[in-house]
């Protein structure tokens, strides 16, 4: 059993930059692919940005790449989100997830692939 507790979510303006956190329980955090997703007001829950057990290896929707950046800690059980020139459309609720057993550099994006999720974070960008 893996529990996922988000953090770091809020009000910022357009242009600006967040930090999310997903601290997660249990002992084989290392061995889990993590993954974000967010779900806007209205719509349909959507890929972010994943990593391989081993931080090796990550994946970002074409909407976020080269403005968000995914990390993950081992040894802290801790996997980041840094969002950098934060638009009005990434307003949402952002969740982690956490894959457990696949191939060593799977980033996975979709949803069912994932074994354990957080409750989520609201994110909301002014302009």
């Known amino acids: 059993q893996v529990q996922l507790v988000e953090s770091g979510g809020g009000l910022v303006q357009a242009g600006g930059s967040l930090r999310l956190s997903c601290a997660a329980s249990?002992?084989?955090?290392?061995?889990?692919?993590m993954g974000w997703f967010r779900q806007a007001p209205g719509k349909e829950r959507e890929f972010v940005a994943a990593?391989?057990?081993?931080?090796?290896?990550?994946y970002y929707a074409t909407s976020v790449k080269g403005r968000f950046t995914i990390s993950k800690d081992n040894a802290k059980n801790t996997v980041y989100l840094q969002m950098n020139s934060l638009k009005p459309e990434d307003t949402a609720v952002y969740y982690c997830?956490?894959?457990?057993?696949?191939?060593?550099?799977?980033?996975?994006?979709?949803?069912?692939?994932?074994?354990?999720w957080g409750q989520g974070t609201l994110v909301t960008v002014s302009s």
């Open positions: 249990g002992r084989t955090f290392s061995t889990y692919a």
């Open positions: 997830a956490a894959a457990g057993g696949r191939p060593a550099w799977d980033t996975p994006a979709l949803s069912y692939e994932y074994d354990y």
């Open positions: 990593i391989n057990w081993n931080a090796r290896s990550t």
